[in-house]
């Protein structure tokens, strides 16, 4: 578990926002990443399938796999069909699972409780969490929360110190 991480975050950050903000975020993902995976050492990336923040790292880790080699991307994904999305939104998903080096389903079908379910495999297969979380509810409040009483690192890096938390917490 020492070399896995997983990252999660709130649906508002999009590729879609206003320029200025995105770069901010994708860049804010690839900097604190890239200290990981320098400092600490991780190689394995664990992603889920929401819009925003999941998609956002997992590209940041695609990315940052072009430098780093050793690095892999193993989305977790809480079912097989992506009904209702756009679809640029499916290409994306798509282009991500091509790109990655390993996916994984926890479960064939949508059923009430399945993005808890893929988030607490995420949180059970990793020693790190690194978030965008900016309100204390919702999922991914949750799913932090629970990373935190499973005693993995929290990096999150929607706040003022998360490359402080990267470094040394």
């Not at 860049?27 to 600490?40: G, T």
């Not at 932090?144 to 993995?152: D, F, I, K, M, T």
Request: positive net charge.
């Amino acid at each position: 578990n020492c070399v896995y991480v997983f990252v999660t975050g709130e649906k508002h950050v999009t590729l879609f926002f206003v320029l200025e903000n995105t770069v901010y975020e994708f860049s804010a993902c690839l900097v604190c990443s890239e200290m990981c995976i320098r400092v600490r050492g991780y190689r394995y990336f664990g992603a889920g399938d929401a819009l925003g923040f999941d998609t956002l790292a997992a590209q940041a880790v695609l990315r940052l796999r072009e430098r780093y080699s050793q690095i892999r991307l193993i989305p977790v994904l809480h079912d097989l069909i992506k009904l209702g999305l756009a679809q640029a939104d499916i290409d994306t998903y798509e282009e991500i699972k091509r790109c990655a080096d390993k996916v994984t389903y926890t479960s064939e079908h949508y059923f009430r409780g399945c993005m808890q379910k893929r988030n607490r495999h995420l949180a059970d297969n990793s020693s790190a969490c690194i978030c965008y979380l900016t309100k204390p509810t919702g999922g991914t409040a949750y799913t932090v929360n629970y990373a935190r009483r499973s005693g993995l690192r929290i990096i999150n890096i929607a706040g003022p110190d998360s490359l402080k938390s990267a470094l040394y917490v």
